[in-house]
C-alpha cells in the first residue's frame, strides 16, 4: 500500500484535487491518505502534500509554505497541487498538451487562491464570481455542526476526483476534435463550407476565419444535419453569414416552401441554424446563407 501524507485540519481546494491528482495517478485502491502535521507520519509516508515545508521531488515532497518555494514564471506561485502536477500531470493526462490545459485551467486558479493571490478586479455590477474553493468549502463540515473533518475531506476528494477526471476527458476529447477538424479543413477545396460525417461543435472552426458554414449530422442517431453559421470571433455573436432573413423562426413545411428546398425542419430566428433531414436539404440551405 502506498501511502500519502496532508495536512490534518480545515482543508482547501489546494490539498483537495491534490490528492485527487494522486488517485487518478496510482489508484485509488493502492493508496492510503493519511491527515496529520505529525513529523514522524510525514517522513514515514512515500508521497507528501501541502505539509511537511519541503519541496523535493527526488523524496517525493510537494510543500510550498516554506521560504523560497518556487513561483511560475508568471508570477503566481506553485501550491502543493500545482507542484504535484508540474511533475505527474502528463502522465496522469497521457498529453503533454492535456496537462498543460489542465495546469492553465485548473491548477493555477486553484494555486492562485492558496497563495493569496487575486485574479480578477470587481466592475461595477461588485459581485464576486462564485469560485471553485467557494465549492469545495460546501463539503467542511457547517459551524457547530458535530461530524468529521476527515469523512468530509475525502467527499470532498471524491467529487474533486471526478471533476478532474472529466476535465481530463473533455480536454482529451477536444484534441481529436481538432485533429478532425483541422483535417477537413485542409483537405477541402471549397473552404466556405465545410461538410463533416460526425457531429462538430461549431465553435470549433472560430479560427479559421473563411470558413463561413458547418454542415454535421446532430447528436445521435437521427438522420437530420446541423447547418451552423461559423461566428466572426469568440467573443461576438456576429456570424460571417446568415440564412435568409424570410426564413427566421420557420419550421415545417411552411420552411420548405418559403425556401423552396424541400427537407427544412427548423431555421432559428437568429438564422444562424438550420436543422434538414437530409445531407442534400443541408447542403443547399448551406449554400442559400448569405
Not at 519541496?55 to 502543493?80: C, F, L, M, S
Not at 505527474?88 to 490545459?101: D, F, K, M, Q, W
Not at 449530422?217 to 438522420?223: I, L, S
Not at 432573413?245 to 423552396?260: F, R
Request: net charge negative; hydrophobic share 40%.
Amino acid at each position: 500500500m502506498i501511502t500519502i501524507v496532508t495536512h490534518s485540519g480545515g482543508f482547501h481546494a489546494d490539498d483537495v484535487f491534490s490528492i485527487a491528482a494522486f488517485q487518478l495517478l496510482l489508484g485509488k485502491e493502492n493508496i492510503e491518505v493519511t491527515r496529520t502535521r505529525d513529523e514522524e507520519s510525514i517522513n514515514a509516508a512515500d508521497y507528501v502534500v501541502d505539509v511537511g515545508g519541503v519541496y523535493d521531488h527526488a523524496t517525493k515532497r510537494y510543500d510550498h509554505h516554506q521560504v523560497g518555494a518556487p513561483v511560475r514564471d508568471n508570477g503566481i506561485p506553485y501550491a502543493g497541487f500545482g507542484l504535484m502536477w508540474r511533475h505527474y500531470g502528463e502522465e496522469i493526462c497521457g498529453s503533454s498538451e492535456v496537462a498543460r490545459l489542465i495546469e492553465e485551467r485548473l491548477c493555477q486558479p486553484i494555486d492562485a487562491g492558496d497563495n493569496g493571490v487575486g485574479l480578477y478586479d470587481l466592475n461595477e455590477y461588485g459581485v464576486r464570481p462564485f469560485e471553485l474553493y467557494n465549492l469545495v468549502s460546501l463539503f467542511a463540515p457547517a459551524w457547530g455542526e458535530v461530524s468529521s473533518k476527515d469523512e468530509a475531506f475525502f467527499r470532498a476528494v471524491d467529487w474533486a476526483r471526478s471533476v478532474l477526471s472529466q476535465m481530463i476527458a473533455r480536454e482529451q476529447g477536444n484534441s481529436r476534435l481538432e485533429a478532425v477538424v483541422d483535417a477537413a479543413y485542409q483537405t477541402a477545396k471549397d473552404k466556405s463550407i465545410l461538410v463533416f460525417g460526425v457531429s462538430v461543435p461549431v465553435m470549433s472552426l472560430v479560427q479559421y476565419g473563411d470558413v463561413q458554414v458547418v454542415v454535421a449530422p446532430e447528436d445521435g442517431d437521427n438522420g437530420r444535419f446541423k447547418v451552423n453559421c461559423v461566428r466572426q470571433n469568440y467573443d461576438s455573436f456576429e456570424t460571417h453569414v446568415s440564412f435568409p432573413p424570410e426564413w427566421a423562426g420557420l419550421a415545417g413545411e411552411e420552411l420548405s416552401q418559403v425556401a423552396g428546398i424541400p427537407g427544412l425542419v427548423f431555421c432559428h430566428k437568429a438564422r444562424f441554424l438550420c436543422v434538414t433531414d437530409s445531407l442534400d436539404a443541408a447542403l443547399a440551405a448551406a449554400k442559400r446563407a448569405t
